[in-house]
């Protein structure tokens, strides 16, 4: 393994979905729904594949597929109240992974710090790496720990957070709606972080992946939209978050020109274009969106509702289950603390092998109990894995039969 591989070989994904695999279990780890995907969005699919424009099979435009572009821009025009040029301002890329990675490898400079927010969606730390930049990590801390805990518990320190600058900072990259937490950021959250961002001249690279998945009575507010933050900000969207197809892997990024050109030069010299049909489903897709934005059976809006009812009834059995849910406001993900099983639980998790109590837990879970979640010190840097191990994260975007299996599970847990 060359050298900038060198402490990068594990990867939480590649052995939980593996255990899962082998276990076979009720499956609330890797965040995927295991329900289909709207019905005018696959067919949107099969029409391209096998209609008349033949060349919607071949090779199409590297910086994204002309109508996707189209579709995008449209769309985040609007959601941002500025023209958004496509044919400079946004990327399409092979999923929000390699929109993150191109952001990263695009701006990052060997020595550069980049200020990543914990716990953090795991690939931001070996991307930084990759690149030859420095993560400097500050955890979201609970303020609350008795009681009903919320996602929006969870705050960052501003001393703390504003002690991370300094003049080697290029970004800091934040996560909204988050996962694992389930956080959305607020206004005055965000703009806490622009401030900075402005004081020190950096980039706010922002994953929004979760943008359409908030609940009720919260809203989900893009950095690129305070002021003087758009010619800062890269955002980045995700198809298989949006559509509920994780598996067509097909996301982008959007900003000033003259951040996405970093991109684009890093894209074009790694995968240089993107599958075309599933582009051009996801621009159809997002055509029928675009006309019925406020109706509630735009999908942006019923999907919502449908995990809102999930989420309620996942903080239910947890709670039951006697865990302590921090209880999401967007996206689908849920923490719960395990600590007051743990007297019951420590006894069983003795033989695992793995030095962090909350991968002992799922392992433990998968093979004896058959119910698969995902070790959330994943999510924090070497030092903080202390922050995560008294967590356990279930994805709550499944079947309600397949919810229910876990909670009768969870019921006789010993
Ligand atoms: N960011 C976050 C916060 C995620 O949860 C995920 C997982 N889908 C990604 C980025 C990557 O998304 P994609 O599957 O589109 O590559
Ligand atoms: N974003 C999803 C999750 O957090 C999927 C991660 C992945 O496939 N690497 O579970």
């Known amino acids: 393994l060359p050298d900038k591989y060198q402490g990068l070989e594990k990867n939480v994904w590649v052995e939980f979905i593996q255990l899962a695999l082998e276990n076979k279990p009720v499956n609330?780890?890797?965040?995927?729904?295991?329900?289909?995907?709207?019905?005018?969005?696959?067919?949107?699919?099969?029409?391209?594949?096998?209609?008349?424009?033949?060349?919607?099979?071949?090779?199409?435009?590297?910086?994204?597929?002309?109508?996707?572009?189209?579709?995008?821009?449209?769309?985040?025009?609007?959601?941002?109240?500025?023209?958004?040029n496509g044919a400079t301002e946004i990327i399409v890329t092979v999923g929000a992974y390699e929109a993150l990675?191109?952001?990263?490898?695009?701006?990052?400079n060997s020595g550069d710090e980049v200020i990543v927010i914990e716990p953090f969606f795991d690939c931001y730390e070996p991307m930084?790496?990759?690149?030859?930049?420095?993560?400097?990590?500050?955890?979201?801390?609970?303020?609350?720990?008795?009681?009903?805990?919320?996602?929006?518990?969870?705050?960052?320190?501003?001393?703390?957070?504003?002690?991370m600058f300094n003049?080697?900072?290029?970004?800091?990259?934040?996560?909204?709606?988050?996962?694992?937490l389930g956080k959305v950021f607020t206004a005055d959250e965000l703009q806490t972080i622009a401030n900075l961002c402005q004081k020190y001249n950096c980039l706010a690279i922002m994953d929004e992946v979760y943008e359409h998945m908030v609940f009720e009575g919260q809203k989900h507010i893009r950095m690129a939209t305070l002021p003087g933050m758009w010619d800062r900000t890269i955002t980045i969207g995700s198809a298989g978050k949006t559509f509920s197809v994780t598996g067509w892997k097909l996301g982008w990024a959007y900003g000033p020109a003259e951040l996405i050109r970093n991109l684009q030069v890093a894209h074009q010299?790694?995968?240089?274009?993107c599958c075309t049909p599933i582009?051009?489903?996801?621009a159809r897709a997002f055509e029928l969106e675009m006309s019925r934005l406020s109706s509630p059976e735009c999908y942006f809006n019923s999907i919502s509702v449908e995990l809102q009812t999930k989420r309620d009834f996942m903080v239910k059995f947890l709670k039951?289950?006697?865990?302590?849910?921090?209880?999401?406001?967007?996206?689908?993900?849920?923490?719960?603390?395990?600590?007051?099983?743990?007297?019951?639980?420590?006894?069983?998790?003795?033989?695992?092998?793995?030095?962090?109590?909350?991968?002992?837990l799922v392992k433990w879970m998968s093979k004896h109990h058959k119910l698969q979640g995902i070790p959330p010190s994943a999510f924090y840097c070497a030092d903080h894995k202390n922050l995560g191990e008294k967590y356990i994260r279930f994805c709550f975007?499944?079947?309600?039969?397949?919810?229910?299996?876990?909670?009768?599970i969870l019921k006789h847990l010993k």
């Open 28 to 84: 609330l780890g890797q965040g995927f729904p295991d329900f289909a995907a709207p019905d005018y969005v696959t067919g949107s699919l099969k029409d391209v594949v096998t209609g008349p424009d033949v060349l919607l099979n071949q090779y199409t435009r590297g910086f994204g597929h002309p109508r996707l572009i189209a579709a995008l821009s449209k769309l985040y025009s609007g959601f941002v109240g500025r023209n958004i």
């Open 101 to 108: 990675f191109c952001s990263i490898m695009g701006h990052v």
């Open 128 to 163: 930084i790496r990759l690149a030859g930049g420095v993560p400097r990590f500050i955890p979201l801390r609970p303020k609350r720990k008795e009681g009903v805990v919320h996602a929006s518990d969870f705050v960052l320190d501003e001393a703390e957070l504003e002690s």
């Open 167 to 180: 003049e080697k900072t290029k970004a800091i990259i934040v996560n909204t709606p988050h996962n694992p």
């Open 269 to 273: 010299n790694a995968i240089y274009t």
């Open 279 to 282: 582009q051009d489903a996801v």
């Open 320 to 360: 039951e289950a006697g865990m302590v849910p921090v209880i999401p406001e967007g996206g689908y993900f849920m923490l719960a603390n395990w600590e007051p099983l743990a007297p019951k639980l420590l006894e069983h998790l003795k033989d695992e092998p793995d030095p962090e109590l909350d991968y002992k």
């Open 397 to 408: 975007i499944k079947e309600d039969e397949n919810l229910e299996k876990a909670a009768e």
